[in-house]
Every structure is written in C-alpha cells, then in structure tokens.
Nanobody, 124 residues
Framework: QVQLVESGGGLVQAGGSLRVSCVAS????????MAWFRQAPGKEREFVAG????????YYTDSVKGRFTISRDNAKNAVYLQMSSLKPEDTAVYYC?????????????????WGQGTQVTVSS
C-alpha cells in the first residue's frame, strides 16, 4: 500500500507560478510510475503530466507543455509539479497518482494509488 499526500496548492494570479508536491509513504517509492491529474468542477479527471520510475522520461498533455514541469526525488519519496504562466483554465483540484507498472499512461483508471488532491485556483 502506498499513501500519497499532496500539498502546495493555493490561489495565484494568471501568469504566476506555483509548485505542488506529493510525498509518498508506506512502500519504496522508486518502483512506481507517477503522474499528476487534475479535475475541474463538472469535468472529468484529466492527465496533466507523468514521469517514469527513474525520472528519465516525462510526458505532458498538450495544454501544459512548456509551462509545467514534473520531477521526482526518489530519495525524498516525492514528486513535484512546477507550474508557470498559469491560466484561469488551469484551475482544478490536482491529484498525485502512482502505478506499479512502468508505462506512463493517461487513463486515470490505470493508476492504483491516489492522493486526496490539492486545490489550485488561478484568478484572471
């Protein structure tokens, strides 16, 4: 079992930056592929970014490419999402997710563990 706890959300103006963090506990962190998803009110949960076990490969949804950066620190059991040039449409609850298989996938149903989410609100 892996427990995931997100932090770092908040309110930021459009064009600003924010970093959200996710810390894992319960099992060794490094074997898990990690991802960030987000869910806005009335919308489905969507893939934002993913990172391979070693951090060598990263993936992003088109709408955040060039603005968001995912990274991980396996020594700290943590994964991060650095967000810059934020837009009001980035407003959502951001969730950290983990899966024990290697491939980074965009389907949330293929992730076994989830955090409770952290709210990110971007004002215009």
């Amino acid at each position: 079992q892996v427990q995931l706890v997100e932090s770092g959300g908040g309110l930021v103006q459009a064009g600003g930056s924010l970093r959200v963090s996710c810390v894992a506990s319960g099992r060794t962190f490094s074997p898990y592929t990690m991802a960030w998803f987000r869910q806005a009110p009335g919308k489905e949960r969507e893939f934002v970014a993913g990172i391979s076990r070693t951090g060598a490969r990263t993936y992003y949804t088109d709408s955040v490419k060039g603005r968001f950066t995912i990274s991980r620190d396996n020594a700290k059991n943590a994964v991060y999402l650095q967000m810059s040039s934020l837009k009001p449409e980035d407003t959502a609850v951001y969730y950290c997710a983990a899966r024990s298989l290697e491939a980074v996938l965009t389907n949330p149903r293929l992730y076994e563990y989830w955090g409770q989410g952290t709210q990110v609100t971007v004002s215009s």
